[in-house]
């Protein structure tokens, strides 16, 4: 009998089966993982300074005005559901979303990454804790909004990070985070090969169904599901394509990285991230 936890449904009998390649899927409601145990990852490692500057991304710092667009746009969709009150981001990394955020919001954020916090706080001057969010002291019921952008996909035990959501929204907050969509048309296309798929720092996969089922197993009732746009950097896109995995990036990518071009960004919706907007009933 199998003893892993699905964090969706929480189901400890059915266990997993093979799905593609590096991934598994809950045989009782189909939430797919990667293959790997998650829980032993020393994250701290993993999202070390590094992680901005040479892994998962080319330059982070360097590209802050393309995230200060893309923010801008998130913090429009907040503002829908909730215009002023008290937020929490969880995620913050170098706290540009904050950083806007602030001008209408009582904004603090958490982030277990060292170096980009200490950023956010000295730099930024933004209320930015290097701590996990679930660990975090906070008084029930203290809350108007949490965001978590791309953020949910990273964590080993993104169910514990809803519950604590959960106990500090105030009854009608709100919840909006985004993250990809394993079943989107993209996605199923691209199996294996899907750009989200990159274990060990893409732990989950939900779609919009599996993603609903742990929202309303803890009271966050689903209002708004649909794909949005996602706003990147001349400079980010080469990386990902010309370098990122590769033991030499190309000299294309060089030219690309070092040239103004590289700090031009636009906003292309490829139908396979999700924004998702959940409310404590």
């Known amino acids: 009998m199998s003893q892993e936890l699905c964090v969706v449904c929480h189901d400890k009998v059915q266990g997993f089966r093979p799905f593609w390649p590096g991934l598994k899927k809950c ?29 998962e991304y080319a330059d982070y710092l360097r590209d802050r005005r393309v995230f200060a667009k893309q923010f801008q746009d998130r913090l429009c969709e907040v503002k829908r559901f909730h215009p002023s009150g008290d937020l929490i ?7 540009f979303f904050l950083t806007v955020a602030q001008e209408h919001y009582r904004a603090r954020g958490f982030d277990i990454a060292e170096g980009p916090v200490a950023h956010a706080r000295e730099h930024l001057g933004v209320d930015a804790c290097c701590a996990d969010f679930v660990d975090a002291a906070l008084e029930p019921e203290s809350v108007d909004v949490v965001v978590m952008w791309d953020t949910i996909e990273h964590l080993p035990r993104p169910d514990l990070t809803i519950d604590k959501v959960v106990r500090v929204l105030r009854p009608g907050g709100f919840l909006l985070l985004t993250t990809g969509d394993i079943e989107s048309l993209m996605a199923r296309v691209r199996r ?14 939900f779609s919009r169904r599996t ?48 040239s103004a071009i ?8 490829t139908y396979d991230i999700m924004l998702v907007v959940g409310q404590k009933t």
């Not at 590289?262 to 919706?269: A, E, I, M, P, R």
């Open 27 to 55: 045989n009782n409601c189909g939430h797919c993982v990667a293959d790997l145990d998650a829980e032993s990852l020393d994250l701290k490692d993993i999202y070390s300074e590094n992680y901005f500057s040479g892994d």
């Open 262 to 269: 590289g700090d031009f960004s636009f906003v292309l919706n």
């Open 192 to 205: 294996e090969k899907w750009r989200l798929i990159h274990p060990p720092t893409h732990i989950h996969y």
């Open 89 to 95: 981001e969880i995620g913050c990394a170098y706290g």
């Open 211 to 258: 993603m609903r089922g742990m929202l309303e197993r803890v009271g966050l009732r689903v209002v708004e599901t649909r794909y949005v746009g996602t706003r990147r950097s001349v400079r980010q896109i080469a990386y990902s394509l010309l370098a990122l995995g590769k033991q030499h990036g190309s000299w294309l990518y060089r030219i690309m990285a070092d």
